[in-house]
């Protein structure tokens, strides 16, 4: 009989071991050194049996390796957005596809949004982000209308634009924006922003996962001269208006043949004196 007790003890350790390692014998000897019983039972194995009954699933936690968290309340969406100001007109372009790592979410969605009757934001990065931005310039230009009686003019939009941004810069909009229109004089104007609102007055300007293909095409075609140049130079580029969208249109094909995060439609926003014109053309959909 005592033989076959141990035979039993022997058995029923050697089974805990292999499921659940050592972790019920250190609790059963630290509960036994504060001669404390389990439920009143004196036998070795049930015991042990009514410990990892009592214990549950945190006991087999004890045993897994540690994992390292990786939850972050942020997505890139990808897409790319383009903004170009010419002398009388500014054309602001963007895809329209919106991504999540190698899945398409959607592939009609616009990054462009009306501000004002002269001045349009293009947004790429964390879509829920930009949504939120949208609305809340929408509602500061809505309380600017009814304290001045006029719309907001490009120029104090793209300061608002950069006060909101700066204002969450310990959780930011992780929105990357350009915005672009007609200046009070009636010339184009681009303004490019960084995730916190630091702002610059160009010519032209790319943001989004396609930038690092498309500003370096910009730039060979367009030269904007040097900030650090004296006197201050203008920044609108010389292009006209047709050729400024043909431009867009070829920089837009060639960076959907490299950027997976770029493609399905083409949506352009000419604004001139005459409003604001949208057109559209098809890039690659794989």
């Not at 002269?118 to 949504?131: I, L, R, W």
């Not at 500061?140 to 909101?164: E, G």
């Not at 498309?214 to 730039?219: A, K, Q, R, V």
């Not at 040097?226 to 867009?248: G, I, K, M, R």
Request: aromatic share 10%.
């Amino acid at each position: 009989m005592e033989q076959q007790i141990k035979s039993q003890n022997r058995s029923c350790t050697e089974a805990i071991l292999a499921r659940y390692g050592k972790a019920p014998f250190f609790f059963f000897f630290l509960l036994r050194k504060l001669k404390i019983q389990i439920c009143g039972i004196k036998s070795f194995a049930s015991q042990i049996a009514v410990l990892i009954f009592l214990l549950g699933r945190p006991l087999v936690l004890i045993t897994m390796p540690k994992q390292q968290a990786n939850w972050s309340p942020y997505d890139n969406n990808g897409g790319s957005c383009v903004a170009i100001a010419g002398a009388d007109y500014c054309v602001i372009a963007a895809d329209t596809r919106m991504s999540t790592g190698y899945n398409i979410l959607t592939r009609d969605y616009s990054k462009i949004c009306k501000l004002a009757n002269k001045c349009v934001m293009a947004s790429s990065g964390f879509q829920a982000d930009v949504k939120a931005l949208q609305k809340h310039l929408a509602a500061r230009h809505l309380i600017y209308q009814h304290q001045h009686n006029k719309q907001m003019s490009c120029p104090a939009m793209a300061q608002l634009l950069s006060n909101t941004l700066y204002y969450k810069r310990f959780f930011p909009y992780y929105s990357f924006n350009v915005l672009g229109g007609l200046d009070n004089e009636g010339k184009g104007c681009v303004f490019t922003y960084d995730a916190v609102g630091s702002y610059e007055k160009v010519g032209y300007s790319s943001q989004g996962s396609g930038s690092t293909l498309i500003m370096p095409f910009l730039d060979n075609q367009l030269k904007s001269p040097s900030p650090l140049l004296l006197p201050v130079q203008d920044a609108v580029t010389p292009l006209a208006e047709a050729e400024a969208v043909d431009l867009v249109k070829t920089v837009f094909a060639s960076a959907s043949e490299r950027d997976i995060y770029t493609g399905d439609k083409l949506e352009i926003v000419v604004i001139n004196a005459d409003g604001i014109n949208r057109e559209y053309m098809d890039l690659r959909k794989d």
